[in-house]
């Protein structure tokens, strides 16, 4: 008899296995995802928006409402669902690209307007879908597809720093953490604070997760977990970015 | 080079894109198939996953090859490019007898390999980089002993030049020096040339460079990427 | 329940963006999103100075994908939502139309045409009669209601949002610069105190229940593997849009019949065109008029009837040939021939039309 872990309960046993690649992070972050609506018990109230790009592949992963959106505007959908009915709680889950590059007018604006949704952006430093091409969030020397001499930070910039922007834009009531797949606790706690966030009516709520993509990267399980642990963390820092309760204690 | 054919033989199939790998590895599996020996052609092409493969699969297995390759259908969003790695796919090189693997482009080259469990301790494999000299980015020696500089770990060469529907014995034959002049250089061996079978039957069995000449059908024709 | 702004019938003076307006209240939407854009500003103007004062919701985007997408969102949510475009606007608005297409939401689009391409100007054309109809990667699958006057924006306002409802197909209230800006009077009643029953919205996510336990979850996508299911997807569409097409499509028409010229056009360019036949056909010239009020589907059956019958169809519109590609493909096989009187992104009096028939009658 072989040994099953647990799924979490708001998943869909239907379509699992689910079609990640093998040692792809997505998984990861769905399950502390999956975990924390368990927990917070709105597996009946929560919606869940994916973008295209690998994220497209999760559209039926949970026994909760979902709508695979277009690429970058899964953010306005789940705005647009959340005015039209506040009662639910409304989840766009997308990729890097989707995030930073093709929407990134809906992710400033949505975090400058503080719309009361909360968004998980996995960042695998890629475009994976599309067979690895350079994204926002590609390391300086990194070879992608578009890239193919290593990402010239002269030529095309260094990393977004999503977090930190949607941090700086955001009022107060808003939260924003960068978690890592690396730690599924730690990551599961921001995802949980962020989902609260929503549910307490406070405001935006944005949680960047690092995560991985072998396929893309050409890398064995050691060289994957090395560039996640190691490389990525030079760029993006793992921790809360802004958290309500805190920034109100400050200024006691 | 000579094949032992009690030996198991892994190759992997790298290159260019539209080199000719997909049309290689075919042809490499049928080939040995045909010698009664068992065959996994496994596709690892991440760039058009199953794109290449989908139409022949069946004519495959009916040939008595086992094919690892997603059915489109169960590939959700494959609409949108897609690339996604079957689990199954990374366990290939467990599988017993002759393994196929035809690699996708890119600029991790034969990096892909690091995806398969047990790749980098295979005593069996052999990375072979299939050139197309009539492709612009590997028409001179030059140009191909710098292309194949940069896949990464690559132990022969295959010369698969043709020039589509105007291929003649010449164009193959002008291919052959070239590889094999990359060869030199690059100090690894050319496992063969290919040549569809009416052009192979013009050239011999070996090619202007002493290569020996496998006959092809060429089946990406049939096929939609 | 909040109270209505209209209720019994009354005349009024208005512009029509005000129209627009008020027949959304009265058709029960329930939320706008909108970027502004002229010349549809005043769309939003009185819907936000309604919104509060009528249980409304109002939402100001970062740009036009941002409206369509957010107004997606709303009809999933199951509220009736709508939002109001032109220009370039309309053009991004095109994506996420094309969604709406693909998973067949009831999105109702009011479109004020202004000149193109690219900014040209806020004023007027009938330019985006192209976009409007078969924009997007797609087919169509889309319903257009071209209006002509302030109480055709009000009537027919009203009944996009019932169409979409129940056909579920986006719908378009197709309107221009000149109509959003004019003021004339109009009607404006209650629909429900004339027997026009209010078509009621359904949700697609946030149903009561918890999905897998109470209900099966609400899952929708736009993105297929293979050619064959995407193909089956839209043959369905395909059955199911010619099926409804004879009954959604509707048009106007006068003396059509029985003259050698018809004159076709539509929208406000359709009031010079009446105004022309009129009054030649008072003088005793034998001259007819059609107008299709749908653009999509396009009235073919009728359309083709008069073909059969007249020699010449006078083609009049503010554009080159958009709505002339549109008459052309249902008329295909008919006898007519085709005279155009194109004037992009101008507006055509009924003096033009008048002497351009008589021209053409020698």
Redesign the interface.
């Known amino acids: 008899m072989s040994v099953q872990l647990a799924m979490p309960k708001?998943w869909?046993v239907d379509t699992k296995?689910h079609?990640?690649?093998?040692?792809c992070g997505h998984g990861l972050v769905l399950k502390a995802l999956g975990e924390a609506i368990d927990e917070l018990g709105i597996?009946?109230?929560a919606?869940y928006g994916c973008d295209?790009?690998?994220s497209?592949?999760s559209?039926?992963f949970?026994?909760?409402?979902?709508?695979?959106?277009?690429h970058g505007?899964t953010t306005?959908?789940?705005?647009?669902?959340?005015?039209?009915?506040p009662?639910?709680i409304g989840i766009a889950y997308m990729g890097d690209g989707g995030g930073y590059a093709i929407g990134s007018?809906?992710l400033?604006?949505a975090a400058a307007r503080n719309e009361k949704i909360t968004l998980i952006l996995v960042n695998n430093t890629q475009y994976?879908?599309?067979?690895?091409q350079m994204a926002p969030t590609t390391m300086p020397g990194q070879?992608?597809?578009t890239s193919?001499y290593g990402r010239d930070p002269e030529k095309t910039g260094y990393p977004t720093q999503g977090p930190e922007m949607v941090a700086a834009i955001t009022q107060e009531g808003a939260y924003v953490a960068r978690g890592t797949v690396a730690n599924p606790k730690q990551m599961k706690g921001f995802i949980k604070k962020a989902l609260e966030n929503q549910i307490n009516g406070r405001g935006f709520s944005f949680v960047e997760i690092l995560s991985t993509c072998?396929?893309?990267w050409?890398?064995?399980a050691e060289?994957t977990w090395k560039f996640l642990e190691k490389d990525m963390t030079k760029y993006f820092k793992v921790g809360e970015i802004k958290v309500p309760e805190s920034r109100h204690e400050e200024g006691k | 080079m000579r094949l032992n054919i009690s030996s198991r033989i892994v190759e992997a199939y790298v290159g260019e894109y539209a080199s000719g790998k997909s049309e290689v590895a075919v042809n490499r599996a049928l080939m040995l198939s045909r010698l009664g020996r068992t065959v996994t052609l496994v596709d690892l092409d991440?760039?058009?996953p199953c794109y290449t493969l989908r139409p022949i699969k069946l004519e495959l297995i009916a040939a008595g090859i086992q094919v690892l390759a997603w059915e489109t259908r169960?590939?959700?969003?494959l609409g949108?490019?897609?690339?996604?790695?079957r689990?199954e796919n990374?366990w290939a090189l467990k599988r017993p007898g002759d393994i196929i693997l035809d690699i996708g482009y890119?600029?991790?080259g034969s990096?892909?390999l690091?995806?398969l469990e047990g790749?980098?301790t295979d005593p069996d494999l052999r990375v072979v980089a299939v050139i197309n000299a009539s492709r612009p980015m590997t028409a001179s020696i030059e140009d191909i002993t710098g292309y194949v500089g940069e896949l990464g770990n690559v132990n022969m060469l295959i010369n698969n030049t043709h020039l589509g529907d105007e291929t003649t014995a010449d164009i193959v034959q002008e291919g052959a020096r070239l590889v094999s002049g990359a060869s030199v250089i690059l100090d690894m061996p050319v496992l063969a040339t290919t040549a569809a079978e009416e052009i192979a039957a013009i050239i011999g069995p070996k090619d202007c460079a002493g290569n020996q000449v496998w006959a092809i059908k060429r089946y990406m024709p049939q096929t939609f990427w | 329940m909040p109270e209505k702004p209209i209720k019994g019938d009354k005349r009024y003076f208005m512009t029509g963006n005000e129209v627009v307006a008020y027949a959304a209240v009265m058709a029960n939407a329930?939320?706008m999103?909108g970027y502004p854009i002229t010349p549809q500003n005043e769309i939003m103007h009185y819907w936000t100075r309604m919104a509060p004062k009528y249980g409304k919701?109002f939402?100001q985007?970062?740009?036009e994908?941002?409206a369509?997408?957010?107004?997606?969102?709303?009809v999933?949510?199951?509220?009736k939502?709508f939002t109001a475009t032109a220009g370039p606007g309309n053009t991004l608005m095109q994506?996420?139309i094309s969604?709406a297409e693909a998973m067949r939401l009831p999105i109702v689009v009011a479109v004020q045409q202004r000149g193109g391409p690219s900014t040209a100007t806020v004023i007027y054309s009938q330019q985006e009669v192209t976009l409007t109809t078969f924009g997007g990667n797609g087919e169509g699958f889309r319903i257009v209601y071209s209006t002509a006057t302030h109480q055709e924006l009000y009537d027919y306002t009203i009944k996009a949002f019932n169409t979409a409802w129940k056909y579920r197909f986006p719908t378009f209230i197709l309107g221009d610069g000149y109509q959003a800006k004019m003021r004339e009077s109009l009607t404006m009643y209650d629909p429900e105190s004339r027997g026009i029953e209010l078509v009621s919205p359904e949700?697609?996510?946030?149903?009561?229940?918890?999905?897998?336990?109470?209900r099966p979850?609400?899952?929708?996508?736009?993105?297929y593997n293979v050619e064959e299911e995407l193909y089956e997807v839209l043959q369905q569409y395909q059955k199911e849009y010619d099926a409804i097409a004879p009954e959604v499509a509707e048009f106007e028409s006068l003396g059509a019949e029985d003259s050698d010229l018809v004159v076709v056009s539509h929208g406000v360019v359709s009031r010079a065109a009446k105004e022309a036949v009129m009054e030649l056909r008072e003088a005793g010239v034998k001259v007819g008029y059609f107008r299709p009020i749908t653009l999509r589907p396009m009235p073919e059956k009728q359309l083709r009837e008069v073909a059969n019958k007249a020699k010449t169809l006078l083609i009049a519109e503010s554009a080159i040939g958009q709505l002339a590609r549109l008459v052309k493909d249902s008329i295909y096989g008919c006898g007519a021939g085709i005279i155009p009187l194109f004037k992009p992104g101008a507006g055509i009096t009924a003096e033009e039309i008048s002497a351009k028939i008589k021209s053409v009658l020698g």
């Not at chain 2, 169960?74 to 969003?77: N, P, V």
């Open positions: 708001s869909r296995p079609k990640f690649c093998p040692g597996q009946d109230k919606v295209i790009g690998c497209l592949l559209w039926d949970f026994n909760i409402d979902a709508i695979q959106t277009h505007r306005p959908v789940i705005t647009g669902i959340k005015r039209a009915n009662e639910v007018q809906h400033v604006n994976g879908m599309t067979g690895g070879k992608t597809e193919p072998p396929t893309n050409r890398t064995n060289d | 991440i760039v058009e169960d590939t959700e969003g949108e490019a897609g690339n996604v790695i689990a990374r890119g600029v991790g990096r892909t690091n995806l790749a980098g | 329930d939320i999103y919701e939402l985007t970062e740009d994908l941002s369509g997408f957010t107004t997606v969102g709303g999933l949510a199951g509220r939502a994506e996420p969604m949700a697609y996510v946030g149903m009561p229940g918890t999905p897998g336990i109470d979850p609400g899952q929708y996508r736009n993105t």
